[in-house]
């Protein structure tokens, strides 16, 4: 059974995901710049936004999914999530504006969100294999 908080939160990721990606991709260096960045790739920062709109809006899709398709969903967001944290932090290490800090926080928590309810839908059962 899916819990009804991770329902609700796979809607607040949609909703969080959308209005960054949307500035992202249709204003890429605006949005950059006024976010800090000196030096903006608006191919590399238009395929984050794509990548925002995937995800976001597979949240916003999947919510009433079974619980099987909810761990997927949870492990794919896992790694983006902790690849992205990851990431983050490490490029504000490097000298990147401090709202990548703040930025590197919100994949963090999302991770950490995700990461509970993959831990507390536990593994599932192991998929059956062809003959």
């Given at each position: 059974?899916?819990?009804n908080g991770?329902r609700t939160?796979?809607?607040?990721?949609?909703?969080a995901?959308?209005?960054?990606a949307?500035?992202?991709?249709?204003?890429?260096?605006?949005t950059?710049?006024?976010?800090?960045?000196?030096?903006?790739?608006?191919?590399?920062?238009r395929?984050?936004?794509?990548?925002?709109?995937?995800?976001?809006?597979?949240?916003?899709?999947?919510r009433?999914?079974?619980?099987d398709?909810?761990?997927?969903m949870l492990?794919?967001?896992?790694?983006?999530?902790?690849?992205?944290?990851?990431?983050?932090?490490?490029?504000?290490?490097?000298?990147?504006?401090?709202?990548?800090?703040?930025?590197?926080?919100?994949?963090?928590v999302?991770?950490?969100?995700?990461?509970?309810?993959?831990?507390?839908?536990g593994?599932g059962?192991?998929?059956?294999t062809?003959?």
């Amino acid at each position: 059974m899916v819990p009804n908080g991770l329902r609700t939160w796979f809607v607040i990721h949609f909703v969080a995901d959308t209005l960054f990606a949307i500035p992202m991709f249709f204003a890429p260096v605006f949005t950059m710049e006024l976010l800090g960045w000196t030096v903006v790739d608006p191919v590399a920062t238009r395929l984050v936004g794509a990548a925002l709109f995937g995800i976001g809006i597979e949240s916003l899709l999947g919510r009433n999914a079974n619980v099987d398709a909810y761990r997927a969903m949870l492990r794919m967001k896992s790694i983006w999530c902790g690849t992205a944290t990851i990431g983050l932090a490490w490029s504000a290490l490097e000298g990147g504006p401090p709202l990548v800090w703040a930025l590197t926080g919100v994949f963090a928590v999302f991770c950490a969100v995700w990461n509970k309810y993959r831990i507390q839908l536990g593994p599932g059962e192991p998929a059956e294999t062809a003959a």
